[in-house]
């Protein structure tokens, strides 16, 4: 039996309902889709279900075919395969450059070592290697609004992912230890701040009434 990948060794995709235009199950939905399941037979179906992925985990070629299913963008999935960066009618001779991001919604484990084995698999696979594309990025939800805070400061979001990149230092690092070092903290948008605030409130009302 194979050894299961770990969670680090590969960033899939995953097909939403959003993404398939079917209606979004909400928390209630689907806390009431399982409510009548044993706990065992739940977990024997999340096990299946992770194991006809793991395949998908550890094949570029799969997961840029899924890509191209999901987001119904067969050109723009085998332009990036070929080595031709495309971007809608736009000839890549009249493009700057381009920086490509993924974004997590939980934190990533990005040191040296990951980020080494990432830049050695997408060069193994020609991705991203086309002229006038930058490195990839690979940040969280919570880097992201820290480097649009910088953005909301003043600076430019492809100056600050090019800068990173470029660092000696902190290039083989996360974002946000980039932030830290580089610019002193994390510094949240306004729009950001004004939905804690909204949040705190709301909280508060649930807690205390009023």
Known sequence: MPATPQSDDQVYAVVTEEALGLPVSNRATLVALVA?????????????????????????QSQLELAATVFEDVGTVNG??????????????????????????????????????????????????????ARLSIISVEELEALLGEVERGAS?????????????????????????????????????????TIKLELHADLFGG
């Open 157 to 197: 979001f492809g100056a600050l992912l090019l800068e990173w990149a470029t660092d000696p230092e902190m290039a083989r690092w996360s974002a946000r230890d980039f932030l830290l070092a580089r610019r002193g903290g994390l510094a949240l948008p306004s729009h950001t701040r004004e939905c804690w605030e």
């Open 36 to 60: 009548d399941l044993p706990f065992e037979l739940a977990m024997i179906l999340v096990s299946r279900l992770q194991g006809e992925l793991v395949h998908i985990r550890t094949d570029a």
């Open 80 to 133: 990036i395969e070929a080595g031709k960066l495309t971007f809608g009618a736009h000839q890549p001779s009249a493009l700057g450059t381009m920086h490509p991001v993924l974004c997590l919604i939980e934190g990533f484990p990005l040191a040296p070592t990951l980020r080494e084995r990432i830049d050695v698999a997408l060069a193994d696979a020609n991705l991203f290697r086309q002229e006038k594309v």
